[in-house]
């Protein structure tokens, strides 16, 4: 399956975590450990990429709901009642 935008975040990422795993073992042969590591190449571009469009929707979503607030005054700033 290629790394295409149809293959959710969560599928992408346990692919690469076992394509880690199996690398750090070392227990595949040359040509194959280097088709894991362009793979793993591959899923990390698109998990990072979905992270990245996540935390800018994210920030969006939190300049939204910050513009969206009433202005209130802080009461703090009053001065003190003079006894």
Avoid: H, N
Avoid at 22 to 30: C, H, K, P, Q, Y
Avoid at 31 to 48: H, K, N, T
């Amino acid at each position: 399956m290629s790394a295409g935008s149809e293959r959710s975040f969560e599928d992408a990422q346990r692919e690469l975590e076992r394509i880690v795993e199996r690398l750090e073992r070392g227990d595949a042969a040359l040509d194959e450990a280097i088709a894991l590591w362009e793979r793993g190449e591959e899923l990390y571009r698109l998990c990072a990429g979905r992270l990245d469009a996540a935390q800018g929707k994210i920030e969006e979503l939190a300049r939204r709901v910050e513009s969206s607030r009433p202005e209130t005054t802080d009461l703090d700033d009053s001065p003190a009642p003079v006894k």
